[in-house]
Structures are given as structure tokens and as C-alpha cells.
């Protein structure tokens, strides 16, 4: 039987937590947010329906997938590929060359037909209750993250992936660049969680972690771990990794034998969820966002400069 207390609780015979300490809240029944988010839920938005980005374009010649992250189409990777598709144009001919540059405020850019247009970006934080998407578009008309932010008429995206069954905090916003440097490993921006899993782990196990587990597609470390409860049957842990491969943490606690049983994120960067509940969203605050934009080394770009590591590819 789980016990009340502790961080969670013992989750391991029941889909819910007993903890009382507010780290992984109860949740019966219909959460009002979620609720709400099903009544708003419409048929997927246009393809390409854009609203803003971050990064600050000024008047002339632009990189085009640069435009079109500030856009809010989505990371550079994302609009590099829709350009080699030949699904973006500029001034009604299609481009496919990604070197090509073009004006914003002298041409017109389309992608799939649609006019982009730039205009103020927009940032939440939300709370992913277990069962809700990451993806813009589903097939199976589950809730989505979107779906649970209050500018359902905006073309938001989310800044990396929970899985399905994963929960937590995770940023939705329309700036692309910025997007791109939050999830990029490159930039080793830190992401935190809880997770709660069969066992104890033995302190060798900690430091195979952090000294890196062998995936299929390379080596996958935790750049800090501790442990956070002890259960009779399962540990809480704190887990702070800087890249996000698909699932990387369930993957990782099975290779070294510790079913992961639930797993929550409490902060990306500088935002932490605090004391957000299931299905909440809230728009970050200004100081909130310029410390995301000195995390991912962008900082300067505030105030229309270009970012240290921009400086230096120069």
C-alpha cells in the first residue's frame, strides 16, 4: 500500500500520487484547466498560419530561414527543410537555396501560400499533465499542449518534447531562435527533473550515469544526480541533464536496471514550475525571458545585437 508523505509517495500500484507535499499534486477526476482545454480544442490551425518569433530582424537582406524562425514557423532546422521542400517563396517564386536572402519588410514571403508576418513574440510555461501531446497536430484528437494556452489563435509551438506519460513543465512560444538554442545540446541549456524509480540505486550506479550509458545513437549522461526520497520500494531522484534525446531518461534508468515508474520536470533554464498544477499555463514574465535569452547565450539579441557565439563565427 502507498504510504502519505514524501515527495511523492509510493506511485507504484496506482496511477496516482498520495504525497502531500505538493511535488506531484493529487489529481482526480476533471482538472478545470484540462477541461477547459477540450472545450476550446478545434480542428488542427493552417499549416502555416504564423505568428512571431524572438530574434530581432532588422530591415535588409536576411538569411531566409532566419525570417522565417522569427516568424514563429519554427526552429532554423525545421524552416531549412521546409525550404529545401520547396514549400517556402519569396515574391511568388519558390526558393530552395538556403543561402538565399530577402528583406521582410520589402518582399513578400509565403510558406504553403500563407503571407508570414513578424510580429511580438509570446512565451508560457505549462504544466503537461500525463496523457497530453507535445505535437501541434494528432491524428487521435488527444489534448495538446497548445491546448492548454490561453492564445489559442496564435501558431505556438513547444520548445523540446515530453513523452506521453511524462509530466511537467514546458515552454510554448512562437520564437523559433530561441526554441532552436533551448533544446539544441550544443548550448547545454539544463533541464531538471523528478524521477521516481523501482529500487534503490547504489552509488555506483550514480556515477555510471553521470560518466555516460551507451544508446543506440552514442552516450547518454546525467550532467547532476541525487537522491532526493527513499521508499520502501521505489526512490525519488533528481536528475539535471543537458541534452534531450527521445525518452533518454526512461532508456537510460533501464540500461542500469531502474524502471523508471513517473517522471516530472521541474525547471528548464532559469523557470521552474513552482507551484503550477496539472494543465495550468502562465505567460513568462520579462525578466523571465531575458534569463532564458542569457542561458541560451542570446542575451544581447534583446536589445537587436548579435549573441557572443554569433561574434565568433564571424
Known sequence: M???????????????????????????????????????????????????????IQPGPQRLQKILAAAGIGSRRQCEELIKMGRVEVDKKVVTELGFKADPFRQKICVDGVPIKLEPPVYYAVYKPDGVVCTNRDPAGRTRVIDLVPE????????????????GLILATNDGALAERLTHPRYGVPK??????????????????????????????VAKIRIRRKHKKSTILEMVL?????????????????????????????????????????????????????????????????????????
Open 2 to 56: 502507498a504510504q502519505n508523505g514524501g515527495i511523492w509517495g509510493l506511485w507504484i500500484q496506482e496511477r496516482y500520487t498520495v504525497g502531500d507535499d505538493g511535488d506531484f499534486p493529487l489529481v482526480r477526476g476533471k482538472n478545470s484547466a484540462m477541461t477547459a482545454a477540450r472545450k476550446k480544442k478545434s480542428a488542427p490551425r493552417g499549416a502555416f498560419s504564423a505568428q512571431p518569433g524572438g530574434t530581432v
Open 152 to 167: 489559442s489563435e496564435r501558431r505556438l509551438f513547444t520548445v523540446g518534447r515530453l513523452d506521453l506519460h511524462s509530466e
Open 192 to 221: 531538471t527533473y523528478l524521477v521516481q524509480v523501482a529500487g534503490e540505486p547504489t552509488r555506483e550506479v550514480l556515477l555510471k550515469l553521470q560518466k555516460g550509458v551507451h544508446l543506440a545513437e552514442g552516450i547518454a549522461r
Open 242 to 314: 543537458n541534452e534531450g534525446r527521445n525518452r533518454e531518461i526512461r532508456r537510460i534508468m533501464a540500461r542500469v536496471g531502474h524502471k523508471v515508474y513517473r517522471l516530472k520536470r521541474i525547471a528548464v533554464g532559469p523557470i521552474r514550475l513552482g507551484k503550477m498544477k496539472p494543465g495550468e499555463a502562465r505567460r513568462l514574465t520579462p525578466e523571465e525571458v531575458a534569463a532564458l535569452y542569457k542561458a541560451a547565450g542570446l542575451a544581447s539579441r534583446l536589445n537587436g545585437g548579435a549573441s557572443k557565439n554569433e561574434h565568433k563565427r564571424r
